[in-house]
Nanobody
Framework: QGQLIETGGGSVQAGGSTTLSCAAD????????MGWFRQAPGKEREFVAS????????NYGDSVKGRFTISRDNARNTIYLQMNSLKIEDTAVYYC??????????WGQGTQVTVSS
């Protein structure tokens, strides 16, 4: 069974930047749309960004547009989330996921990002 492994979370000051990575280990990656989601305490999981297999289509949640950038390196089976101008409300557990058909069918364990003032 393959897995998606997120790294790069941690504590960041408001206004700062950080980058998350998600490596696909044994999970089919190259032809799939990949995405990032997040879940803050007491809130539902929220869509953050997605990127299709050939990098031509990127989508972002309204709350992160203009601040976050999703990218992928198919040769390394890895996607990234560059997060700039971080706000306290960006604090959440961030998950990467793989889309199969119309379903997000594989999920990582998540990585915590905490933004403080």
């Amino acid at each position: 069974q393959g897995q998606l492994i997120e790294t790069g979370g941690g504590s960041v000051q408001a206004g700062g930047s950080t980058t998350l990575s998600c490596a696909a280990d044994g999970v089919t990656f190259g032809i799939n749309t990949m995405g990032w989601f997040r879940q803050a305490p007491g809130k539902e999981r929220e869509f953050v960004a997605s990127i299709n297999w050939n990098v031509r289509v990127k989508n972002y949640g309204d709350s992160v547009k203009g601040r976050f950038t999703i990218s992928r390196d198919n040769a390394r089976n890895t996607i990234y989330l560059q997060m700039n101008s971080l706000k306290i409300e960006d604090t959440a557990v961030y998950y990467c996921a793989r889309k199969y058909g119309s379903t997000w069918d594989s999920w990582g364990q998540g990585t915590q990002v905490t933004v403080s003032s």
